[in-house]
């Protein structure tokens, strides 16, 4: 049952981040939901284009911040 839950939470948030004018920080949001469910490929992903898309954003910035602490020094 507990997949079909974490599904439905990420088709949700996919559904009003399409809806939603304001996108960086509905990635943001969406790539900080995966981190705390430990989807952390999908929340690298999800900071990465944050990155991408909106690099001079606030979200940007706090997205850069999050990547670097998930990513392990090398």
């Known amino acids: 049952m507990r997949p079909w839950i ?3 939470a990420v088709i ?3 559904a009003l981040i ?3 004018g ?3 920080k ?3 949001e969406t790539a900080q939901f995966e981190e ?3 989807n952390l490929p999908h929340a690298r992903q999800l900071y990465e284009e ?5 690099p001079a954003s606030t979200e940007a910035e706090t997205a850069r911040t999050r990547l670097a602490a998930l ?4």
């Open 50 to 54: 944050v990155i991408r898309l909106y």
């Open 18 to 20: 399409s809806c939603s």
């Open 26 to 28: 509905e990635l943001l």
């Open 12 to 14: 949700l948030c996919v």
């Open 71 to 74: 990513t392990p020094a090398q």
């Open 6 to 8: 974490h599904a439905g």
């Open 22 to 24: 304001d996108r960086p």
């Open 36 to 38: 705390k469910q430990m």
